[in-house]
């Protein structure tokens, strides 16, 4: 059948359900109904009787999978992936929930109006056959509450379909990439995916391959811009030019913002996710606000909710868990180091933590895949401390939770290599591991600044319990120093958040308030916190000269100067404590903004 078929044509009329619903009526190859009655699950049928087929959502027990030994062991321009055969093999990923319809997206109705909506929709199907689409869980003795979609139309009134400042970027950018677009789309599946799931590994393959053309521009030019990061790192690009990635990176975020205005969808949620998580990083303040739009159009589409109940196939629930688990590493990880509240609150979500048996791609990326799931369990831990950090109304509320507990009981949970990584700090070359132990040890300096501070605001502090707290927390610091010292090629080509570039700016600033605070009578020269400071610039500008590593270039030129001028700087005159303090004060009044409060917050880069 005509996949262009002219909408509502008199040669070639839409199906009644399509006309009653006033819908676009479109025809795949080699399929009976049109998409919008596969969406609803209604009977398409014309008026002359030329086609009738009833479709029916597979069930997840017989939902057809891609072995994924053998499509792991095929790179994307194997031929074998592309042959004719293998599309039958693939589940078929446009369900109702997930359809990237051309100007309609599925809305979650409000849990107030629910009730009522699910009355309407038996009324309606009862008189008419049609109705409203609807999700109701369908295990036995489940709590869930019914869920019910609405459509609602994507692009704003008076944008033409065929306006798409996406596509022409991602053409700008194929251009650039060009031989290795097709390889790039491999190094993100095989670096990045296993230790993030964001997609679907074998539909995404496939539909690449074969359907190109369905995929949203945004999202393959944010796939193409991430998987930059890694050029150098890879054995057969490294030794071709790699294009601009500041250029690529420019164009992927016009891309996402015009798909943001233009249709908005799940795609547009993958494609911000990838742009936040994209390095190097430049603004704290553009990824703010690109994160923002992601998770408000989680919580319209419905992604906060927990799927499992739902009568949706298993791919389907897998696929938005995943979505869902990356949007809340990225919230609570970069309001950690941007200094500003989560987006995401505990109580307005039921999304259940990950676990293997909801990771597709388990079997062959298990090493990777267990180091996600307990940064994902670790993500939890934090948010705990997050709402320590940014309660302002303290009055009236119960006994603080434990955080230093809540860290000791993840701690404990760990088992066989992966608490090899958070003890002793040995297996790194797992991928995401180092990324996980920085991630754990950034965590636990957290919570000994808390403790730090409280002592601090104690009515009648001991200078025994301040000294031990520094001591603590300088030693925490001086772990992440040892964690860089000691990466290799290896784990500077592995998996990392971006945010962990603004770890390592708090962590020599703390050190430095340290030398500042405790150390400055014998002169900052002797200091060993400003010693180690020095230490670990150093290690990051050996980093960033012999492997471009990107993650030391916000520090190394925040502090470098810093650092250098406070161990220049001539010891105090001890004439007296008041000549003292006014020397000082005098020569280093360049620090005087460096600390304006214990978080530290950044200035963008």
């Given amino acids: 059948m005509d996949d262009e078929r002219p909408y509502r044509s008199h040669t070639k009329p839409a199906c009644i359900p399509c006309r009653r619903r006033k819908s676009r009526c479109k025809f795949e190859p080699h399929t009976e109904a049109c998409l919008m009655c596969r969406a609803h699950g209604t009977e398409c049928t014309f008026p002359n009787g030329r086609a009738k087929a009833t479709h029916k959502r597979p069930s997840t027990e017989t939902l057809p999978r891609i072995p994924h030994p053998a499509v792991r062991t095929q790179p994307l321009n194997d031929p074998m992936v592309a042959s004719p055969q293998l599309p039958s093999q693939i589940p078929n990923l446009d369900t109702p929930l997930s359809l990237e319809a051309d100007d309609d997206n599925p809305h979650i109705v409000g849990p107030v109006v629910t009730g009522d909506s699910h009355v309407l929709a038996d009324y309606l199907s009862n008189i008419s056959g049609q109705g409203m689409r609807e999700i109701r869980p369908v295990e036995p003795g489940s709590s869930s509450s019914p869920v019910i979609f609405t459509k609602v139309q994507k692009r704003p009134l008076g944008l033409t379909v065929n306006s798409n400042p996406a596509m022409k970027n991602l053409e700008t950018i194929e251009k650039l990439v060009e031989p290795w677009g097709t390889h790039l789309i491999e190094l993100y599946l095989k670096k990045v995916n296993p230790c993030l799931p964001l997609l679907d590994e074998s539909s995404f393959r496939a539909q690449y391959m074969n359907s190109r053309h369905r995929i949203s521009p945004a999202l393959l030019a944010n796939l193409y811009a991430q998987s930059l990061t890694h050029w150098r790192h890879d054995p057969v690009l490294s030794r071709e030019r790699c294009p601009d990635s500041r250029f690529v990176w420019n164009l992927a975020i016009e891309a996402s913002y015009s798909e943001l205005h233009a249709s908005a969808g799940i795609s547009t949620v993958k494609s911000l ?214 990466l290799g090629e290896t784990q500077l080509g592995d998996f990392w958040l971006p945010v962990a570039a603004f770890t390592f700016s708090s962590t020599v600033t703390f050190l430095i308030r340290c030398a500042l605070e405790t150390e400055q009578t014998a002169g900052l020269a002797e200091s060993a916190s400003l010693r180690m400071a020095n230490d670990f610039l150093e290690s990051l500008r050996s980093h960033q000269r012999t492997s471009g590593w990107d993650l030391a270039d916000i520090c190394l030129a925040q502090h470098s100067e810093i650092v250098e001028k406070l161990l220049n700087s001539p010891p105090p005159v001890m004439n007296s404590e008041s000549n003292a303090e006014q020397h000082f004060m005098h020569d280093m009044a360049f620090v005087d903004d460096l600390f304006p409060s214990i978080w530290d917050t950044l200035q963008s880069i």
């Fill in 273 to 486: 996710l990838l742009d936040v998580g994209g390095r190097p990083t430049t603004s704290m303040t553009g990824n703010g606000v690109r994160l923002s739009s992601a998770i408000s159009l989680c919580h319209s589409l419905g992604l906060n909710r927990n799927p499992l109940p739902w009568d949706i196939p298993q791919a389907e629930k897998h696929l938005r868990m995943k979505i869902w688990w990356s949007v809340l590493i990225h919230d609570r990880w970069s309001s950690l180091t941007y200094g500003t509240p989560p987006h995401i609150r505990r109580s307005q979500y039921d999304v259940p933590l990950p676990i293997p048996e909801y990771l597709s791609d388990w079997e062959y990326n298990r090493a990777a895949n267990s180091v996600f799931i307990e940064l994902m369990n670790l993500t939890e831990v934090l948010d705990h401390c997050l709402e320590h950090v940014y309660n302002i109304r303290l009055e009236g509320q119960g006994p603080a939770r434990n955080l230093e507990l809540e860290l000791n009981r993840w701690v404990d949970s760990l088992v066989g290599d992966i608490r090899k990584v958070i003890i002793r700090g040995s297996n790194l070359d797992i991928p995401g591991a180092s990324n996980l132990r920085l991630a754990y040890l950034a965590t636990r300096l957290l919570l000994r600044r808390i403790d730090l501070d409280k002592e601090r605001k104690a009515q009648d502090p001991s200078s025994e319990v301040m000294a031990n707290r520094t001591m603590e927390a300088r030693r925490t610091a001086e772990d992440i120093v040892v964690l860089v010292q000691e």
